[in-house]
């Protein structure tokens, strides 16, 4: 793939998260990681924020990272979880539940909390109209969401992974794109591909020629799928407060 630049929302994306931790102290902040290559990002590049501002280089040890458990979770998902903490030598807390139970129960356990990080995107589903840092909605436990990436594009974030070298879950080697539970995910159709010996295959998911393909993959087959499980897509973090109220 041709490389997109990403200085300037980069540079928007740090300031943001500066910005958050000039409001909030470390504390009093969360990451939510689910594994998605937005979260990855999102915690790349708030590490590096943070041994900035701190002159700390293990400084990810006393960031609150958050990992809630979709029901029905890749193994590779799983496993590139435990892979992370070691590489970037943080401790992810893992849960599990509905997301507006879970994450009031998160929040009455950490009474410090006071603010969220997420790795939405304005292409993401309800997410247009967001802003950098807002409250959640009225009928959500009280936290100001904060999205740095809000104006990355798919390309975009691909282009810092593979530039910067960022571990990716090896989910996306296979054709995923947008990635859920194992009840609502599959290779995306549009990377497949017939080899040499007429097996069906798929391209890896930075050669996604159209961005607007990126959840192609994504739908229930006819499988019964829980609130929970269509509500917490991993490439999105952790919707937290849609501002759509049909889906808060």
């Not at 701190?54 to 990992?67: A, N, Q, S």
């Not at 974030?157 to 539970?181: A, F, H, M, N, R």
């Not at 591909?193 to 990126?214: I, Q």
């Amino acid at each position: 793939m041709d490389f997109e630049n990403t200085a300037t929302v980069l540079e928007e994306t740090e300031q943001v998260i500066r910005e958050c931790f000039t409001q909030f102290q470390l504390d009093e902040v969360f990451l939510s990681f689910n594994g998605g290559k937005d979260c990855t990002v999102l915690l790349d590049v708030t590490i590096n924020v943070l041994k900035d501002l701190y002159k700390r280089d293990d400084i990810g040890k006393d960031l609150k990272i958050v990992y809630i458990r979709t029901i029905g979770p890749f193994k590779e998902i799983e496993n590139f979880v435990k892979e992370i903490e070691k590489l970037y030598g943080v401790k992810i807390i893992v849960t599990e539940g509905e997301i507006k139970t879970t994450l009031q129960r998160t929040m009455e356990q950490d009474s410090k909390l006071k603010a969220c990080l997420l790795g939405t995107r304005r292409t993401d589903p309800y997410s247009e109209g967001l802003k950098f840092m807002q409250k959640t909605d009225i009928n959500w436990p009280q936290i100001v969401r904060v999205s740095p990436l809000l104006n990355w594009s798919y390309h975009q974030i691909w282009s810092y992974i593979l530039q910067k070298q960022v571990p990716y879950c090896s989910l996306y080697d296979k054709g995923y794109t947008s990635i859920g539970s194992i009840h609502n995910t599959w290779p995306n159709p549009s990377l497949s591909y017939k080899d040499s010996f007429g097996r069906v295959t798929h391209r890896p998911a930075w050669m996604l020629a159209d961005p607007t393909l990126e959840r192609a993959g994504r739908g229930t087959n006819n499988i019964t799928v829980t609130e929970h499980a269509v509500q917490n897509p991993i490439d999105k973090c952790l919707c937290i407060g849609e501002v759509k109220s049909d889906v808060s």
